[in-house]
């Protein structure tokens, strides 16, 4: 395989094809080169024996014609035996045989001793019965028993009008075809060694053209895998250095816009990661993909990817169908929360996700925790139904009264008198109610200021004391004061701690039976806290009720504690002063048993908060 995959490179098929376009041109080169070598050497040996036939014949014709008184060319007299001297010395033609006829074709003599035999004989071949009918063209090949190729000629030999004889040439073509191999030899030698110089020159152009090639290659690699600091090398201004160049910028862009896009991930990530609302995204399908952190808090799910929304979101297909589609925009679902724990109320917000090309490809849900926001309009429904309640009842029974007494009550002294008291009475429930409300509403809204001042601690709590010391002598109630040692003075609003401090007190005292104990302590839990406390053996608050204790115009027991005179804003209003201080307030109880409200103040040094 790895065979293969070599002869598949760009640089071996240039290599073969630089080789192939070289041998193809040399071939056809050879070929035209060697033909017509080949072609002029045999015409030039042809013309040679013609020549020397021709003149031979010449010479010849004189002795064959039977006349010896004449005179040759050479001016010598011309006889038989002169022929068989010319014919073997005159002609130089290696290995030829050169043979002189007579009219009837008769050898008269012959170049070759071996031949001597011939002459008397008659020569019967084709060319000489041709030669002698006196065709001057006729020329042969022929291959002997040795398989040499020679060339034959036969010539007539005229004297006048007359054919006389003939001269035959038998000439071996031997070495003509010697020189013939030589020459392929030759060529073949030189287009060896110029196909190895091709393929030495093939390589080195292969190279320089696969070479940006495999740097490009390389490149394209590192770029797939991320790694982006890479330049790829520009060799020259050609086709290949261009696109190496625009190479290099395409990488530059990719790794822009890839930091970019990595960068708007990490905010859109940054962004899910940290939003008040959960994300939910999903496919066409319905099958979660992507979550935030939000989100899985609230579905109280470790990984949600993969869940199909309707089990997520526990509803049926019908429904979340027609969320999907647009028909419905929200719905509200109820997460269940395990027991002692209020269960969650959160809305979901669909969003079809649109593209150009395919339509609806997904959906995102929005998750919105609306419990708090519920618990707030419920608090705001039942504050506003406590308060109308709170003011109908005062003023139904002062009309009650007023009217009694617009219908002569009045003329009864006695009866008068207790019904102006009960109007009264009434109506300084109503001034607390509305001073209450007053107070509330500074407080929430900030605009009751802290009055720092340096306050004794030991005589704020028996100040507390000896305020109520009349109620507790009433109910046969015994109080103490405890005070850690160490404790002295700390920076608070004396005022409003006192506010706290007598609405403790006096929910004690109501809720406490003749001849309990009521003890009000102070220490330090911490070196920067102090902590104060009231502690009664009353009938205490039952476990039901003490979550929701510290809200507005709540009451454990409605109609004792409106007969009591309470507005049912104390705790609320005590609550709200304490988180004014930067501290806490905390309630204890049980059922027969008694409370314990702790109070938590963070110790200010002098010039902190706002000094008296």
Request: aromatic share 4%.
């Amino acid at each position: 395989m790895n065979g293969i995959r070599f002869f598949r490179t760009i640089q071996v098929k240039l290599i073969i094809i630089y080789v192939l376009l070289i041998l193809i041109a040399m071939q056809l080169i050879g070929v035209y080169f060697i033909s017509t070598m080949k072609t002029s050497l045999t015409s030039t040996f042809t013309k040679n024996m013609n020549e020397q036939a021709n003149l031979l014949s010449e010479f010849a014709s004189q002795t064959l014609s039977g006349k010896p008184d004449k005179t040759g060319p050479t001016g010598e007299l011309t006889t038989e035996e002169d022929l068989n001297m010319l014919v073997r010395s005159l002609f130089s033609i290696n290995e030829a045989e050169i043979q002189v006829l007579d009219a009837t074709g008769k050898v008269l003599a012959t170049s070759l001793q071996a031949h001597q035999s011939y002459v008397g004989k008659k020569n019967t071949s084709l060319a000489v019965s041709r030669a002698l009918q006196g065709i001057r063209d006729n020329e042969d090949e022929v291959i002997d028993e040795d398989h040499v190729r020679k060339k034959i000629i036969a010539k007539p030999v005229v004297y006048g009008d007359k054919i006389v004889g003939a001269v035959y040439l038998v000439a071996s073509m031997k070495d003509l075809y010697e020189t013939v191999d030589r020459i392929n030899r030759i060529f073949m030698s030189g287009m060896l060694i110029a196909l190895g110089l091709t393929g030495v020159l093939g390589i080195l152009l292969a190279h320089t053209i696969t070479n940006p090639i495999k740097g490009l290659t390389r490149q394209a690699a590192a770029v797939a895998e991320g790694r982006f600091d890479r330049q790829v090398p520009v060799l020259g201004d050609d086709e290949i250095g261009r696109l190496s160049e625009a190479f290099n910028d395409m990488t530059m862009r990719l790794r822009e816009a890839l930091s970019a896009n990595e960068e708007e991930k990490d905010k859109i990530s940054s962004i899910l990661a940290n939003m008040s609302d959960g994300v939910v995204a999903a496919d066409e399908h319905g099958v979660v993909m992507i979550t935030n952190r939000r989100a899985q808090e609230m579905l109280r799910e470790d990984a949600c990817e993969g869940c199909r929304l309707t089990d997520l979101f526990g509803m049926d297909e019908g429904q979340l169908s027609a969320l999907l589609k647009g028909s419905e925009q929200s719905a509200v679902i109820y997460h269940v929360q395990p027991a002692g724990n209020d269960d969650e109320l959160m809305r979901v917000t669909f969003t079809p996700i649109h593209r150009r090309d395919k339509g609806i490809s997904g959906t995102i849900a929005v998750l919105q925790d609306v419990t708090e926001q519920e618990r707030l309009e419920q608090s705001r429904r039942e504050f506003v139904a406590n308060v109308s309640h709170e003011l109908r009842t005062p003023l139904t029974t002062i009309k009650s009264y007023a009217e009694a007494l617009d219908d002569g009550a009045l003329e009864e002294r006695e009866l008068g008198q207790r019904f102006v008291g009960v109007i009264r009475n009434e109506t300084e429930r109503m001034i607390r109610l509305v001073t209450d409300l007053l107070h509330l509403s500074r407080l929430d809204s900030h605009q009751a200021p802290l009055r720092r001042q340096q306050t004794n601690v030991p005589e704020m709590l028996e100040e507390v004391a000896d305020r109520f010391s009349f109620q507790l002598r009433k109910k046969s109630i015994r109080s103490a004061v405890r005070v850690e040692q160490g404790i002295m003075s700390v920076w608070l609003d004396r005022d409003q701690i006192d506010q706290v401090l007598d609405n403790l007190v006096s929910n004690a005292i109501k809720y406490t039976l003749d001849g309990g104990r009521i003890e009000i302590a102070a220490c330090k839990p911490e070196p920067n806290l102090i902590a104060i406390s009231v502690k009664d053996n009353g009938i205490g608050i039952p476990k039901k009720d003490l979550n929701r204790i510290f809200d507005r115009f709540y009451r454990v027991d409605k109609a004792r504690s409106r007969n009591m005179g309470g507005t049912g804003l104390g705790l609320s209003i005590a609550s709200e002063i304490v988180k004014a201080h930067g501290g806490s307030i905390a309630l204890e109880s049980e059922l027969n048993e008694g409370t314990t409200v702790t109070v938590t103040l963070p110790v200010v040094v002098q010039g902190e908060g706002e000094p008296a």
